[in-house]
């Protein structure tokens, strides 16, 4: 039987962390390492999760992490693992937690280096579709229509233009051991995913959308829901790529709303019917794909 | 290990090693002070079920004798407890 919440380890590894209140990928970052235990060496970029969990001397982690560079948390963890099995020591986890930034941008070409090796590491990106530790910037992550500074809503153009980037894919491609996807709505099949790549050799990549209230204009209290609500309408997807195939962990059986979804969000509600027409046809476009290339379980 | 507030705190420069690694879980500041209503959890009402324990983004609520309590040194009064609880067992109470 897998974790759940009343048989995950009680300890608590990320405390007392100066994230906003209700923020997603603080609560992505602590789940996983009450999966993956004190035995787990955390590696952190440039980023929200680093920012608020090093503010020296207050240390928020309860085992060991450390910052790496914006673009190089992937070569970081090949790094601690090499250097920990050098010197003869196999009981441990090389976690790296990521932004959308730090993962499809910047970190992208040190990400797709640890696969091509197979580097024994996890890879854990926390996905809140902006830069929001510099005060939320685009991403290739940031969804079609959203609001970012750099992507303002004006009369001409209507926050971001481009559609966000499949990293689920395009790490799958690699022909990557283990990767998933999932959402911190979902906390139960992201706990169940955590220890099934903490127990494969090989390189382990998963992806958690992570809502950031700050940056997606929702109240303080609505992280959890909204990001059960991207999952049910449709905007997401809980899936698995192993022993090269793709698998869909959860269809919903009927869409919610797309527009109740997006409306309740300040960086989506400049978007007109047009737009969200728009969304609703690459949703549908997406999961035909779905349907026809991920087997159900 | 649980991160947890320090007795005593360094005072003085030459207190804090002058390299950049440092002991895990060192905690100085609480963050209660963020907070404009608090959680306030009927134990009567509560089931035990750890959903509020499960998605506190800050870990701030314990097992406590088959129910739950919180650590109000760190909890930032998100509110995300108080939604997730089916029966209704949490209420946020302004801070005063
Ligand atoms: C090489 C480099 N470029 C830029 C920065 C500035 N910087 C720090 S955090 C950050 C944003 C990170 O965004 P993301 O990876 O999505 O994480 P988030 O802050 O959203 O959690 C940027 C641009 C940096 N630290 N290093
Ligand atoms: S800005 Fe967003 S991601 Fe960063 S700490 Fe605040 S809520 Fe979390
Ligand atoms: S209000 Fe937020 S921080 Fe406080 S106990 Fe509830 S979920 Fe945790
Ligand atoms: S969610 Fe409600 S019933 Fe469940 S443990 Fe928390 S307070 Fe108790
Ligand atoms: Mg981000």
């Known amino acids: 039987m897998s974790l759940n919440a009343k048989t995950l380890n009680e300890e608590e590894f990320f405390y007392g962390h100066k994230a906003c209140a209700g923020c997603g990928g603080s609560l992505a970052v602590r789940i996983a390492l009450k999966v993956l235990g004190e035995r787990s060496i955390a590696v952190l970029p440039a980023g929200c999760m680093s920012a608020v969990g090093f503010n020296f001397p207050q240390l928020c982690f309860g085992n060991n992490a450390i910052i790496s560079t914006f673009a190089g948390t992937a070569s970081m963890l090949t790094g601690i693992e090499a250097g920990l099995r050098a010197q003869g020591i196999t009981d441990f986890q090389a976690v790296g937690f990521a932004g959308d930034g730090g993962t499809a941008d910047i970190g992208l070409q040190a990400l797709s280096g640890a696969i091509d090796r197979n580097d024994d590491i996890l890879y854990i990106c926390y996905d809140n579709e902006a830069y929001m530790n510099t005060g939320i910037q685009k991403s290739s992550l940031t969804p079609f229509g959203a609001k970012t500074t750099t992507t303002p809503a004006g009369k001409n153009i209507r926050g971001n233009l481009r559609p966000k980037k499949n990293m689920f894919e395009i790490v799958a491609a690699h022909g990557i051991p283990y990767a998933a996807t999932a959402s911190v709505g979902y906390l139960n099949d992201f706990i169940k995913k955590v220890e099934k790549a903490s127990k494969i050799r090989g390189t382990k990549y998963i992806h958690i959308i992570a809502p950031c209230p700050t940056g997606w204009g929702i109240p303080t209290d609505e992280t959890v829901n909204i990001a059960k609500e991207v999952v049910d309408c449709g905007l997401w997807y809980l899936a698995e790529y192993e022993n090269g195939e793709y698998i869909l962990n959860h269809k919903p059986k009927e869409f919610s709303d797309v527009e109740e979804y997006l409306k309740k969000q300040s960086r989506f509600r400049h978007l007109t019917e047009e737009d969200i027409e728009t969304i609703k046809r690459s949703r549908d476009l997406k999961w035909e794909a779905l349907n026809k290339n991920f087997r159900n379980n | ?96």
């Open chain 2, 1 to 96: 290990m649980k991160p947890y507030l320090r007795d005593k705190l360094p005072q003085k420069l030459s207190e804090i090693p002058d390299f950049t690694a440092y002991e895990a879980g060192y905690l100085v500041t609480k963050n209660a002070g963020w907070r404009n209503v608090r959680p306030e959890i009927d134990k009567e009402k509560c089931v035990g079920c750890l959903q509020c324990y499960l998605h506190c983004p800050d870990g701030v609520i314990y097992k406590d004798n088959g129910k739950v309590a919180v650590d109000y040194d760190f909890c930032k009064g998100c509110g995300i407890c108080k939604k997730i609880c089916k029966v209704g067992a949490i209420r946020m109470e302004a801070e005063k």
